[in-house]
């Protein structure tokens, strides 16, 4: 099956500062998602991306699709307390051969914010 | 308010011991999904819906069922041939197959 390769796997970070990850992919995908999950809680989407070359902010966060369409990263600008948790990639696309459009996750980023 | 809930939050199963874990929808999504999470790992999917009374095999299948006879529910059954069933389990939903997913809160089932 496809492979995600997000990194880093965990990043600490002073509070104020920037933060970049990112994804990469042997395939390409169509869509790319960036969610957040805080810890025994499900994912929250932050951000999708449905076209190759896309730049999207949302507030502190900026996503981009890579223009080959097998990457994106994710920049989170002036850090708080409330940005710790959990960042996953996801690709989407173009379906398999049995028509579906499953979703391919990278292994997520551990954000930790220090006061 | 709409969205997506998961029951139990927490479960408990015995050796040999078939469970249900709940996933309900009121966002009338035509697709469903469930996935295992395990620490330090990305979701993997287990099975998924299109529509009502149809769903597929994902990634890692063996060991579990679902069924689709309504569109809000898409209960998954964690069954004994399920050896190693200690996980967080995440049920999604969409608009369909190509629209973003959108997830529940989860259940964590442990292994007594």
């Known amino acids: 099956g496809q492979q995600l390769n997000q990194s880093p796997q965990s990043m600490f970070i002073q509070e104020g500062e920037d933060v970049s990850m990112n994804c990469t992919s042997s395939?390409?995908?169509?869509?790319w998602l960036w969610y957040k999950q805080d810890p025994g809680e499900g994912p929250v989407l932050l951000i999708a991306?449905?076209?190759?070359?896309e730049l999207t902010s949302n507030g502190r966060l900026t996503a981009q699709f890579g223009i080959t369409r097998k990457d994106s990263f994710l920049n989170i600008s002036a850090s708080i307390p409330s940005d710790v948790g959990i960042y996953f990639c996801?690709?989407?696309?173009?379906?398999?051969?049995?028509?579906?459009?499953?979703?391919?996750f990278g292994k997520g980023t551990k954000l930790s914010v220090i006061p | 308010d709409g969205g997506i809930t998961q029951s139990p939050k927490y479960l408990f199963r015995k050796e040999g011991q078939n469970v249900t874990l709940s996933c309900e929808q009121n966002?009338?999504?035509?697709?469903m999904y469930w996935y295992r999470q395990d620490p330090g790992q990305g979701l993997r999917l287990i099975y998924y819906?299109?529509?009502?009374?149809?769903?597929q095999k994902g990634d890692i299948a063996e060991g579990y069922s679902v069924s689709r006879e309504k569109k809000e529910s898409f209960p998954l059954t964690v069954t004994s041939a399920q050896k190693n069933p200690t996980a967080f389990y995440l049920c999604?939903?969409?608009?369909?197959?190509?629209?973003?997913?959108?997830f529940g809160p989860g259940t964590r089932l442990l292994v007594l």
């Open positions: 819906s299109q529509i009502v009374n149809d769903f």
């Open positions: 991306l449905y076209k190759a070359g």
């Open positions: 996801a690709g989407q696309g173009p379906p398999s051969g049995a028509g579906s459009y499953q979703l391919t």
């Open positions: 999604a939903s969409s608009i369909g197959q190509k629209e973003t997913q959108y």
């Open positions: 395939s390409i995908f169509n869509t």
């Open positions: 966002l009338n999504h035509d697709a």
